[in-house]
């Protein structure tokens, strides 16, 4: 199975960029669509990006779209999601996932992705 582990979180005010990677051990991540997600204190985990295996497709969800950028590096084993013009509504714990199956319905359901990092903290101040 895949291991994931995330980086690149940090204090940045709004209006600001970060950008964050997911860097996958154990197995290729070519197997794998892989999905980032965010949780805020006291919040359910929220879906914000995922892409296929081959990166040719990507879904955003609504509040993001536009100022975040999902991609892949599947020789490098990375994923990253690129994020500019934060705002403070952004201040979460990301997390990067992965699942080995596709499903349209599905695609935003955090317990169809088998596999998980530990997450990196993102903070935006106004």
């Known amino acids: 199975q895949v291991q994931l582990a995330e980086s690149g979180g940090g204090l940045v005010q709004a209006g600001g960029s970060l950008r964050l990677s997911c860097a996958a051990s154990?197995?290729?991540?070519?197997?794998?669509?892989m999905g980032w997600f965010r949780q805020a204190p006291g919040k359910e985990r929220e879906f914000v990006a995922v892409?296929?295996?081959?990166?040719?497709?990507?879904y955003y969800t609504d509040s993001v779209k536009g100022r975040f950028t999902i991609s892949r590096d599947n020789a490098k084993n990375t994923a990253y999601l690129q994020m500019n013009s934060l705002k403070p509504e952004d201040t979460a714990r990301y997390y990067c996932?992965?699942?080995?199956?596709?499903?349209?319905?599905?695609?935003?359901?955090?317990?169809?992705?088998?596999?998980w990092g530990q997450g990196t903290q993102v903070a935006v101040s106004s």
């Open positions: 996932a992965a699942r080995s199956t596709w499903s349209m319905l599905t695609r935003m359901t955090p317990n169809e992705y088998a596999y």
């Open positions: 154990g197995r290729a991540l070519r197997d794998y669509y």
């Open positions: 892409i296929s295996r081959s990166g040719g497709t990507t």
